[in-house]
């Protein structure tokens, strides 16, 4: 199975500031997504991230606040914006194919101060 | 609405007995169900998937069940060990024209020597 690397592995951020954060797989898979996990919660999806188009954005999540990005079939980013201390969380992205499952970063734990 | 239900409570149980987690749905019309295991600090690992006409799958110490009447599925870990100490999460996908992935509450299993 495919192999994410995720980085930041973690930042504390100013509020107001934009942190992008980078997932780079070692192979070429057909969807990404990105989630957010709060500590000892589940994981609330984000984005599925389209290569060549722009990301499909789940209820409650918008382009101005987490641009994401995907130029090739390697790659992702999700840029969070303007940020507050409701933004501190872990933020995961994941890729692969519908019959295999998913394979997941590391994660990105986000504090906003 | 929609839900994807796993127990709440965490689950303790004793080295050597199966540890049975259960994952609920409503609204949902899957066509597959995974299940993932999440270790503190980091991101789900896939385990097994299993498809909605399929009624049982296994894999090694691992047996997962899907009643798609029911709307239910239920996970089982046969000779638990502490090293099977993590939380447990189940996803559906989000539909026939989507490859999105839904996650459950998750459920945190403590297996005591």
């Known amino acids: 199975s495919a192999v994410i690397s995720q980085k930041p592995s973690r930042d504390i951020c100013q509020r107001g500031t934009s942190l992008t954060i980078q997932c780079q797989v070692d192979?070429?898979?057909?969807?990404m997504f990105w989630y957010r996990q709060q500590p000892g919660q589940s994981l609330t999806l984000i984005a599925t991230a389209n290569q060549g188009s722009e990301a499909t954005y789940e209820s409650g999540f918008v382009i101005d606040k987490f641009p994401i990005s995907r130029p090739n079939l390697t790659f992702s980013t999700l840029t969070v914006s303007n940020m507050s201390p409701e933004d501190s969380s872990i933020y995961l992205c994941?890729?692969?194919?519908?019959?295999?499952?998913?394979?997941f970063g590391s994660g990105t734990r986000l504090t906003v101060v | 609405s929609q839900k994807i239900e796993q127990n709440s409570e965490a689950l303790n149980i004793q080295e050597g007995k199966t540890a049975t987690l259960t994952c609920n749905y409503t609204n949902y019309s899957p066509a597959y169900l995974q299940w993932y295991r999440q270790d503190p600090g980091r991101g789900p690992v896939f385990l097994l998937l299993?498809?909605?006409?399929?009624k049982e799958k296994r894999k090694e110490r691992l047996k997962v069940t899907f009643d798609t009447t029911l709307k239910q599925s239920l996970f089982h870990i046969t000779a638990s060990q502490p090293a099977d100490s993590a939380t447990y999460l189940c996803a559906l996908d989000g539909g026939m024209d989507t490859d999105k992935l839904i996650f459950g509450t998750g459920t945190r299993l403590q297996v005591f020597p």
């Open positions: 994941s890729g692969g194919g519908r019959a295999g499952g998913y394979t």
């Open positions: 299993i498809r909605e006409n399929e």
């Open positions: 192979s070429q898979v057909t969807m």
